[in-house]
């Protein structure tokens, strides 16, 4: 019932850009806006598991992920000072699919944003939302350029501080901050580096991923310490060499190698898994603005494109809309409930200094759980 209607995506980002191509293969009309008039992207890699390797392949992506970024067959658990301890329990979910991989995000964002163009979807930059006015048969949308339009369906996909959720759903409220900070580096790779490293046991959480051919990011999570200021380019650089003094493995070669050239970059790590109803009349939301997780189980981005595929899936055999969005809601919020309360209890087990086999096992056995279908 999905095809033929008009359907607005606000927001740009992966699960935003998944929704779009999802609904133009099923022959939705729609269109797709960003708030960024360059519809820029930053950010170091990303790591991609076994779980969103599965939902891109379903976007007919995987192979270009392949291409432009790095497969492998899983990751490495090592004590800080370099010493291995396990293999991390990340299973291979179906034959010919990466157990994980990693790859910039920028490359991945061009990726999905060269699958829009070619599906001919219509893309306004420098354009949000500034009034959604629900009616019997859609949405009366007003746009911030002065615009107004309606629309069978507005997707909220516009980021852990989604315009569309403030406006629309009032029950709603802000990610809460979890207490740690994520540091990101991005490098050349270390020569004795060929999958994921995860190093544990510190009262500083890091771990390296290949994201292409000769590249890598570090990782490093801290506790959150407020600031007045944001850090300079110098002191990113200094306290994150610093932070990284006790590593041993190819985490020391990071520290000896890196450079002031390299993108450094910190932000305080916040999370919520948002209260049901995910949709208010023809307004629905997905990604971060609903879902925000952390970074510890490495699933927000996939997170966001199984959502969007699933709400395709389920408005394209409702009878209805409301109907549609009722069983999207259904089937995304336990499996959305699971990666948010888990990473961010694998936060608190950091910041409690729990040993690196149980914080291992905790991480394992969420990936675990992410095998099953969605």
């Known amino acids: 019932m999905i095809s033929g209607k008009r359907i607005l995506i606000v927001g740009g980002g992966i699960g935003g850009m998944a929704a779009a191509i999802r609904f133009a293969e099923l022959g939705s009309k729609v269109t797709l806006i960003d708030i960024d008039p360059e ?66 995000r920028p490359k991945l964002h061009r990726i999905m944003q060269a699958r829009v163009k070619a599906l001919d979807i219509e893309v306004r930059l420098g354009l949000s939302v500034s009034a959604l006015d629900n009616q019997h048969d859609g949405v009366d949308v007003a746009f911030t350029d002065g615009a107004r339009e309606r629309f069978d369906l507005v997707v909220g996909a516009d980021s852990i501080y989604s315009g569309v959720r403030r406006i629309a759903f009032p029950h709603m409220g802000e990610a809460q901050p979890t207490g740690q900070g994520c540091w990101r580096l991005s490098i050349k790779r270390p020569p004795t580096l060929e999958s994921g490293e995860i190093y544990l046991g510190h009262q500083y959480p890091a771990g390296i991923n290949r994201c292409a051919q000769n590249m890598v990011y570090l990782w490093m999570l801290t506790p959150h310490e407020r600031r007045e200021q944001h850090f300079t380019d110098e002191e990113l650089f200094v306290r994150l060499q610093e932070n990284l003094a006790d590593f041993g493995g190819n985490i020391a070669w990071v520290r000896e190698n890196m450079t002031r050239d390299d993108w450094i970059n910190y932000r305080p790590l916040a999370a919520v898994l948002q209260p049901t109803p995910w949709y208010m009349g023809q307004i629905v939301l997905l990604g971060d603005a609903v879902h925000a997780t952390t970074p510890h189980m490495a699933s927000g981005a996939g997170m966001a494109v199984e959502s969007a595929l699933v709400l395709a899936d389920e408005l394209d055999k409702a009878d209805t ?3 549609g969005l009722a069983a999207y809601q259904a089937r995304r919020f336990e499996r ?39």
Request: glycine share 16%.
């Open 336 to 374: 959305c409930r699971h990666v948010v309360e888990t990473s961010v209890k694998v936060g608190e087990m950091q910041l409690a200094g729990e040993p690196p086999e149980v914080v291992g096992g905790a991480l394992g056995a969420g990936l675990h759980r992410l095998a099953g279908e969605y």
């Open 39 to 104: 519809w820029r992207v930053y950010g170091a890699g990303i790591t991609i598991t076994g779980p969103t390797l599965r939902a891109y392949r379903r976007l007919g992506l995987l192979d270009a992920i392949k291409e432009q970024g790095a497969i492998a067959k899983g990751s490495t658990i090592f004590r800080y000072d370099g010493l291995r301890l396990h293999e991390l329990d990340e299973p291979a979910l179906e034959e010919g699919l990466p157990a994980t991989g990693g790859i910039m």
């Open 321 to 323: 809309i409301i109907a």
